[in-house]
């Protein structure tokens, strides 16, 4: 029995859609809105496709400081979060704004600085005396200067030194208001003092004449944590796609992911969900 046109037709257009490809759009993704330091480390190139291997599901990051991070998921913009600023979380998660926070991993802060040293504080431990020397050396200093965990840390550490930056500004202090990698880049191109954390240093290729030159004060502990948008405020938040992710990374298997992140055999991050 011979078809007539119009079935044919259909017959070929069911067809091509069945073989056509699943757009993006139809994809299974999340978005999670991290700090700049777990793109710019490259950790999440690791991490993420061993996740979407398991489950299916993509991770689209937006780097940015932990502050707008924290801003844009408050506005419900993303589905997860993924940041180092654990009193700013904190206080979100308490004002309702993020659920189910975990801690899941850290590494510290260094101060890096040219190798020239003017401001003589290479191989100190005290991170509040050697502030305290850069700043009576008027020693260059390059600040993100962006809210973000980074530049939150970086603040407390002047503050626990009773030293206003502020007042250096324009002068030997300079603020950058860019992601950590572009602040290096700043601190390496003027010969300037730094505070980053090391696994952005250890993934850094344009170092010029900088090097580590504070390191191992118990103040420069970085800790990161992981939380869903509060699907209540948020309907629109794919919270069992989010929550699936929450709990990957801090399952064994995400732990082991993070653990096994090293560059040049030093691993970055110290898994530590659950401790």
């Not at 400081?65 to 913009?77: E, F, H, K, S």
């Not at 965990?149 to 300079?174: N, V």
């Amino acid at each position: 029995m011979a078809l007539n046109r119009g079935a044919w037709t259909g017959m070929v257009l069911a067809s091509t859609l069945l073989a056509a490809p699943v757009p993006v759009s139809a994809q299974k993704f999340i978005t999670v809105s991290s700090t700049t330091s777990t793109e710019n480390s490259g950790l999440f190139k690791h991490i993420l496709p061993i996740f979407k291997d398991k489950t299916g599901t993509e991770v689209r990051v937006v780097a940015q400081g932990t502050g707008q991070a924290l801003d844009m998921g408050r506005r419900g913009d993303c589905d997860v979060v993924f940041v180092h600023n654990r009193n700013a979380e904190l206080k979100m998660v308490k004002e309702g704004w993020f659920v189910n926070r975990h801690d899941v991993m850290y590494n510290d802060f260094v101060i890096v600085g040219p190798k020239s040293d003017p401001a003589r504080v290479a191989g100190m431990k005290d991170v509040v005396a050697a502030l305290t020397k850069i700043s009576e050396a008027k020693a260059p200093f390059a600040s993100r200067g962006d809210r973000s965990g980074t530049h939150s840390a970086e603040l407390r550490l002047w503050k626990a030194a009773k030293i206003d930056p502020a007042r250096g500004k324009g002068q030997w202090y300079r603020e950058t208001g860019s992601g950590m990698g572009a602040t290096l880049n700043t601190a390496a191109g003027m010969n300037a003092y730094a505070l980053t954390d090391r696994g952005t240093w250890l993934s850094f290729k344009n170092r010029a004449d900088l090097t580590i030159v504070v390191e191992g004060d118990k103040r420069m502990f970085n800790q990161y944590g992981i939380m869903l948008v509060n699907p209540e405020k948020h309907p629109s938040v794919k919270k069992d796609l989010g929550m699936a992710f929450v709990n990957w990374v801090v399952s064994a298997d995400g732990q082991k992911a993070v653990a096994d992140y090293k560059i040049g055999g030093e691993q970055l991050f110290f898994p530590n969900a659950g401790k």
